[in-house]
């Protein structure tokens, strides 16, 4: 593969926080409710910690994923710690339209063939043939990258 760096999407410091401050906030709303003001029913109690607790937790890994930075190379889209998202050449084609189901300020890409789950939430997932990226990500960084990925691909079916 080549190291040529041709672009990258990284998650700029405010934008971490006020993602993983949201959760955060989320989790400690719904703990303080759980313990302030508990329901009645144990089944809602229980409920509450639960999502409290799940709230808290994803607010940790969103923050450690959103210290990784996409780079794309003339051969593929991975991130700073080696982790491959797709390589330029199983793309079959990237939805950046207002109506496809993307993150925030992201772009979606379709794959040839289906590669294992993956999950970094607020920067990218990976579910069968279908790759996300984007969420707390700056439009200014992911636009360029789709549209750099859109031209690679339509060279590849040219030739």
């Known amino acids: 593969m080549s190291d040529t760096e041709l672009a990258y999407i990284k998650a700029s410091a405010p934008r971490r926080v006020i993602g993983a401050g949201a959760m ?33 937790w994803v607010s940790q890994v969103l923050w450690q994923s959103t ?8 051969d593929a889209l991975m991130d700073d710690q080696g982790v491959l998202v797709a390589k330029l050449d199983q793309i079959e084609k990237v939805d950046r339209g207002a109506f496809a189901m993307k993150p925030s300020n992201g772009f979606v890409i379709f794959l040839k063939e289906p590669l294992p789950r993956a999950w970094y939430p607020g920067l990218w997932w ?25 031209l690679k691909i339509s060279k590849v079916l040219e030739d």
Not at 41 to 54: A, D, H, K, Q, R
Not at 67 to 74: C, S, V, Y
Not at 133 to 147: I, L, Q
């Open 126 to 150: 990976r579910i069968g043939k279908r790759v996300a990226v984007g969420g707390v990500t700056s439009g200014g960084e992911t636009k360029p990258v789709a549209d750099i990925i859109t």
């Open 67 to 74: 210290a990784r930075k996409l780079i794309l190379t003339e």
């Open 24 to 56: 955060v906030g989320l989790g400690a709303m719904m703990l303080y409710l759980a313990f302030a003001a508990p329901p009645e029913n144990p089944f809602w109690l229980v409920f509450l910690i639960g999502c409290g607790l799940f709230a808290l």
